[in-house]
């Protein structure tokens, strides 16, 4: 199994390494503060969630959230970028890109100040992801 190198172009802002959450799971802390801040939504999955409908109200939170985690650098050492936006160009695959357009910045902000990142420099980021 060989190892891939990918680019990745979001519109968001970079978390900070001192902004991110420590403990097992950092994505998951960080996904868990957004969904319930910024739409209510604080379900957990468990077994007992299995066809209860689980997954859909999580997606519908998910897309009323309007942002989304996007790790960058490595496996081992992941980054963070805030996005409301991305394109990700998997080794060998190139994409198209027709235009660019900023997302929306009230919720990269809103995103930002619930997790704590003070000063967020929103923007487009070219990024890799090696893994």
Not at 52 to 61: D, I, L, Q, T, V
Request: proline share 5%.
């Amino acid at each position: 199994m060989g190892v891939s190198t990918d680019a990745l172009l979001v519109y968001g802002f970079p978390v900070d390494e001192d902004d991110v959450p420590e403990g097992e799971d950092p994505w998951q802390q960080m996904e868990d503060t957004l969904l319930a801040k910024l739409t209510g939504f604080t379900e957990q999955w468990s077994e007992s969630s299995s066809g209860s409908g689980y997954f859909e109200r999580k997606h519908e939170a998910e897309k009323l959230m309007g942002v989304e985690i996007v790790g960058h650098c490595s496996d081992e050492s992941t980054m963070y970028f805030i996005a409301t936006s991305k394109v990700r160009a998997w080794r060998g695959s190139p994409e198209k890109i027709d235009t660019l357009v900023p997302g929306d910045d009230v919720k990269l902000k809103a995103a930002a100040e619930v997790l704590g990142v003070k000063n967020p420099i929103i923007g487009f980021w070219l990024a890799s992801w090696w893994g």
